[in-house]
């Protein structure tokens, strides 16, 4: 037969066990559901009286004619307010031609900061960069790939994240313009 200790061994045993399973679900109290409301979206909305209600009417075609160059100025010559009696004269029309500028040839700034032949650690650098909120990326280039900050139009700018960048990774970077048709 089982000795007293193992007796009230197995007897604690047993009242543990129910205390464990039993007692939280006694002591949580009302337990507290949520449920989702869910509505559906109306397909057509409900319209009031008070709202305005407009007609839709269909487009004029415009007759007047484009003219011919892009860019043209024109003048317009008009009576003198001497004479009382209407003149119909035609309006003189001058067109003149606006040579194209090309300003964006030194418009902006890059930083070349490093030239790797794995591409991989190339890569790691560039989103390490752009985790510091750099705008990074990769370009491949005779077998290097070139890790590249920017474009940027402040030139000076970009000076200063050179500074920073030669702290960040070691590495002394070069700001070369930035050349958009051939980059």
């Known amino acids: 037969m089982a000795s007293k200790f193992q007796s009230r061994l197995v007897g604690t045993i047993i009242l543990v066990a129910i205390g464990v399973i039993v007692l939280p679900d006694v002591l949580d109290g009302k337990k507290m559901h949520y449920q989702e409301e869910i509505t559906s979206i109306p397909i057509k909305p409900e319209l009031n009286s008070d709202v ?31 004479s009382s009696a209407k003149v119909d004269k035609p309006m003189e029309t001058v067109v003149k ?23 991989e650690n190339a890569k790691n ?21 070139r890790v590249i ?24 970077g070069q700001l070369l313009k930035f050349k958009p048709l051939n980059p």
């Open 149 to 172: 900050i920017g474009p940027d139009v402040s030139k000076s700018k970009l000076e200063r994240q050179l500074l920073e960048l030669e702290k960040v990774t070691g590495s002394k």
């Open 52 to 82: 305005e209600k407009f007609e839709i009417l269909e487009p004029v075609e415009d007759q007047a004619a484009l003219p011919e160059s892009p860019v043209s100025i024109t003048e317009q010559t008009t009576p003198s307010s001497n």
């Open 125 to 145: 650098v560039v989103s390490d960069l752009q985790k510091r909120g750099y705008q990074a990326h990769t370009k491949q280039e005779n077998g290097f790939t």
């Open 97 to 119: 031609e606006v040579p194209e500028k090309n300003d964006y040839q030194d418009s902006a700034w890059i930083i070349q900061l490093m030239a790797l032949k794995n591409a």
